[in-house]
């Protein structure tokens, strides 16, 4: 009786958990989640785990290399750079989120409407689209900057306006392929809202590529915020960011090697992790993706 | 054909203009008046409305627009706010430096990615060939400021092999070109895994064709079949792809051109944008699209020529 209870159980739960199961036997899919996992940690505990006050200046111990004090060393305001490194993960992790998560929803929206939606609306919003597209990213953020100045406000417009079209093609187009399905017509033949189909029947079936490819686009979203800041347009010091350590580096880049070689760890670590993640999680739950990139 | 080439010559201008109207349109609602944030807090407001009226704000927006986009037509992007220089000079000036930039980048990328992406083919399941998957998407991934960077710290200021700044002499062609080596990588890295995973894929579809089977039929040498062969088919989709990559390799271009103290759009965009330069900011912003729009162009052109199935799908 035991027996029967048991294996139901596990016949029940093996499905929901298989995917994760297929992504551990992935080596990279592995490392990256390791890599991913010390990204997030570090970030939420660095005021536990910073050694010292990533504000607090130290003019005489001034671009120390790394010692057992200044694990990365010293900034050129004697800053310890493994604190700020910490807490500049937080401003990444913190812009990756909130614009992933917006560009998400809102291309999930704009690309329901334009394939559920009159063809009009369709068209116009393809339209919009494909303009936002023909931008270079970094030209467009440097337009934008130019007039409303640099912050981080910015920096995440600029992010979800580029980044929203990819999600909403992609939505559009798994719309388009789902609306004519029999389900949907049973739906509609229930008497269905629109809001009802689109938001409970639509959106389940078409959000996983829509994950996968937030999955890919966080280091994406990192990188551009780093390399804005590394321009010195992204957020303002004191705040600590991966960029302006880099920033920071590059002017002193003949008296220590040390800063540069610290700023740039976290994001090759950040952007590796990510990618490698990413790219196991789309083999795992949509192998059909898996040619086509 | 040439019916699909005009079709599609008539899309890439309205994208642009299009293009541009949305960001003349952002910038027209965003909070902020750019007249004020380019002359400072100290401007009165004589000097404001005579700034506005020198860049054609005091318009209503659809006649800045269509002005705007007149003045493009014939080759008028406005003058520099601080030396009233025309902008068109400018970036005339600047241009040939980044395609030399981008250029090189793309070498990088076809000397490593290319054989990379062969030898991944022919060794199909290798060690050496999961080693290239896996460092292909390692170069995808790591940002190219970081390769800049690195390679500036490693390999200009620590090793001195490359110099660290500058673009070289003028007219000293050959300095001119060690001066490309490290910006080259650090915008062509990322090309290198993409062109290494393209020419991979697109190896192992030739590679499965007929005429391959009856060449190997006839003993020809396996180098010849796939150097010869194989390779000059499983080309021609990854030139095709290229074009696509060109924004990213623009984007890349502007953090090269920082690292290294290079002339280029990119250089002069960043300043521009430090000092409130608008009309330079948009001219290079408009250069830069256009020059994403054509190659573009271009590359859906190649498809078009290649695969006439395509022609049909606009």
Not at chain 2, 49 to 69: N, S
Not at chain 2, 235 to 244: D, E, N, Q, S, Y
Not at chain 2, 264 to 276: H, L, Q, S, W, Y
Request: glycine share 10%.
């Amino acid at each position: 009786m035991a027996d029967t209870i048991s294996s139901d159980v596990a016949i029940r739960r093996e499905p929901r958990f298989a995917w994760f199961r297929q992504l551990l036997r992935d080596p990279l899919g592995c490392f990256g989640l390791v890599l991913v996992l010390l990204i997030i940690f570090s970030a939420i505990g660095a005021d536990i785990i910073a050694p010292h006050d990533y504000k607090a200046l130290d003019v005489k111990s001034r671009l120390a290399g790394p010692s057992w004090d200044h694990l990365l060393g010293t900034d050129n305001l004697g800053r310890d750079t493994f604190s700020r490194i910490l807490h500049g993960g937080q401003i990444a992790l913190y812009v990756a989120l909130v614009s992933v998560g917006s560009s998400l929803l809102l291309g999930l929206v704009l690309g329901m409407l334009a394939g559920y939606g009159p063809s009009w609306l369709d068209n116009l919003l393809m339209w919009f689209f494909d303009s936002v597209r023909a931008f270079p990213v970094i030209m467009f953020a440097l337009a934008v900057i130019t007039v409303v100045g640099p912050s981080l406000e910015t920096i995440i417009f600029v992010v979800i306006v580029t980044t929203t079209p990819g999600y909403a093609r992609i939505a559009r187009a798994s719309t388009l392929a789902t609306k004519s399905t029999e389900f949907i017509l049973a739906e509609r033949a229930l008497g269905a809202g629109v809001p009802r189909i689109m938001f409970s029947h639509l959106v389940p079936n078409i959000v996983q590529p829509l994950l996968i490819l937030a999955s890919m686009d966080i280091p994406v979203v990192i990188t551009i915020e780093a390399g804005l800041s590394f321009l010195g347009l992204g957020v303002k010091p004191p705040t600590p960011s991966w960029g302006s350590i880099l920033n920071d580096g590059y002017g002193f880049i003949r008296n220590t090697p040390w800063l540069v070689i610290a700023g740039g760890i976290p994001l090759i670590i950040t952007t590796l992790g990510f990618t490698f993640l990413g790219e196991a999680l789309r083999d795992v739950l949509d192998p059909k993706l898996k040619k086509d990139r | 054909m040439l019916f699909y080439t005009i079709k599609r010559f008539g899309l890439a201008i309205l994208i642009v203009c299009l293009a541009m109207l949305m960001l003349l349109s952002a910038i027209h609602l965003v909070p902020g008046d750019p007249a004020g944030i380019a002359l400072g807090p100290r401007a009165t407001p004589e000097m404001r409305a005579e700034f506005r009226a020198l860049m054609g704000m005091d318009q209503p927006f659809f006649v800045q627009y269509f002005r705007f986009l007149g003045n493009v037509v014939t080759g008028d992007l406005g003058v520099d706010v601080w030396s009233r220089r025309p902008v068109s000079t400018m970036i005339g000036e600047q241009l040939p430096h980044t395609i030399a930039l981008a250029m090189a980048g793309l070498g990088w990328a076809i000397v490593l990615g290319i054989p990379m992406g062969c030898y991944s083919a022919v060794h199909r399941n290798s060690v050496l060939d999961k080693l290239t998957g896996v460092l292909s998407v390692g170069c995808i991934a790591i940002p190219s400021f970081i390769v800049g960077l690195y390679a500036l710290l490693l390999f200009a200021v620590e090793l001195k092999i490359f110099p660290e700044i500058g673009a070289g002499d003028a007219g000293d062609i050959e300095d001119q070109l060690v001066h490309l080596v490290l910006p080259g990588l650090a915008v062509g890295l990322g090309w290198v895994g993409y062109l290494a995973r393209f020419v991979r894929t697109s190896m192992l579809e030739v590679m499965g064709e007929n005429h391959i089977r009856m060449a190997r039929a006839y003993g020809l040498s396996n180098r010849r079949i796939t150097y010869v062969y194989a390779l000059k088919l499983a080309i021609l989709p990854t030139v095709a792809l290229l074009g696509v990559g060109v924004g990213s390799l623009i984007s890349g271009a502007v953090f090269a051109e920082i690292i290294f103290a290079r002339p280029g759009i990119g250089k002069m965009v960043v300043d521009a944008v430090n000092t409130r330069n608008y009309p330079i900011v948009m001219g290079g912003v408009l250069v830069t699209t256009m020059l994403f729009a054509l190659s573009t162009l271009i590359s859906d052109l190649i498809a078009a020529w290649l695969d006439p199935r395509i022609r049909q799908g606009l």
